[in-house]
């Protein structure tokens, strides 16, 4: 299937009977889950869970570079899986309860299994758990969505640091099957770091350009986007420093270089202030420093509470705000969802929030 040409379909673009599908499914939600009795009616797991989930089974995991797995899940009975397009991720329910969103890198066109990558973090229990999974354990898995598309254009330029490379690698596999003018360049600490390099050179070994950092030293970020032509898109995944490099990059915008990112770490704080969250459950008072999340804080007193992307965008960090204004900086709660909530991965208070936990 040519990604760049075809109509997105059933997750991105919803056709009439998934609408009609979504609008039952709100139904229902409103009577077991935001209704008087939902409580009886949905007892209270550790996660709450609304919307479309699957129930996955591990059928694969790969050591595909040094602190890397590449995790592959099917359904038990081997139906076919919702269909995505280069660029979707899954959020991915840990046998423990965590919630995690990886961004799937396998072949859109294979709607038998999906393919995570994970890099395993030094604290990073999510990751931990993900890399002791073994082949029948079964996942909760929900997606997948889609909020890094992949679009047509007349060239791409690819940059990808690490294990930002899985959205990036479909994407170049698309590019490359459409026959498109395509360019990655790939970094990382180590060539035995970076997973998936030698099926990405086999695509084609002259537009692809491994740049380990112990080999190539730092990467020049302005140099690397020096190779994008004018009205090029430019795709990257990566680390928050290449990120916010690539954007300090001042031809980008001058070139009309369109410039698509993704983050896999959280955004840096920007102009936040003192304040403090008091935990009602607990009675425990929190400060929050002005360069870091309600997030952070509250973890170092209560670790078990629940986050995903840590980028205002998944919502499995909403927490009920009891008191307080709440300076909104998610890309999720709309309406009157901003009058009772905040997603504390991104959002800040002005001086002071009682939150529900
Ligand atoms: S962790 Fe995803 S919105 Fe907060």
């Not at 602190?67 to 840990?94: E, K, N, Q, S, Y």
């Not at 003018?181 to 030698?198: C, H, K, N, Q």
């Amino acid at each position: 299937m040519n990604y760049l040409t075809a109509p997105l379909t059933d997750v991105d673009n919803p056709t009439r009977t998934l609408q009609a599908m979504g609008r039952v499914a709100r139904g229902y939600s409103r009577i077991f889950a935001e209704g008087r009795h939902a409580d009886r009616l949905s007892p209270s797991g550790h996660i709450r869970r609304t919307g479309f989930d699957l129930r996955l089974m591990v059928t694969g995991s790969e050591g595909v570079a040094d602190g890397v797995r590449a995790i592959t899940l099917c359904r038990p009975d081997r139906t076919p899986l919702p269909r995505w397009t280069p660029g979707a991720h899954i959020d991915v329910f840990t046998p423990q309860g965590r919630q995690r969103h990886y961004s799937l890198t396998g072949d859109p066109a294979d709607v038998g299994s999906y393919r995570i990558a994970i890099r395993r973090l030094p604290d990073g229990t999510g990751s931990v758990e993900m890399h002791r999974l073994r082949v029948g354990d079964l996942l909760t898995v929900r997606g997948p969505r889609n909020a890094f598309n992949f679009a047509a254009a007349p060239s791409y330029l690819f940059l990808a640091g690490g294990i930002g490379i899985t959205p990036i690698a479909p994407m170049v596999r698309a590019a490359a099957a459409a026959g498109a003018e395509w360019r990655l360049i790939y970094t990382g600490a180590s060539r035995a770091s970076m997973p998936f390099v030698d099926e990405l050179v086999a695509l084609d070994s002259s537009r692809v350009e491994v740049r380990p950092d112990d080999e190539c030293g730092t990467p020049d970020v302005a140099e690397m986007v020096s190779h994008a032509s004018a009205r090029a898109a430019v795709y990257l995944c990566g680390p928050t420093g290449m990120l916010d490099a690539v954007r300090s990059v001042r031809d980008v915008a001058a070139a009309g270089i369109e410039l698509h990112s993704e983050r896999f770490s959280p955004p840096p704080v920007v102009g936040g202030q003192r304040f403090t969250v008091a935990l009602a459950r607990t009675g425990t008072e929190v400060e929050v420093a002005a360069d870091e999340t309600v997030l952070e804080a509250v973890r170092r007193v209560k670790p078990d509470v629940r986050y995903s992307c840590r980028q205002g965008f998944c919502g499995a960090c909403r927490v009920r705000v009891l008191d307080g204004e709440v300076d909104h900086r998610d890309r999720v709660l709309i309406g009157e969802q901003r009058d009772d909530s905040m997603m504390i991965c991104v959002s800040r208070a002005a001086d002071r929030a009682v939150l529900d936990l």
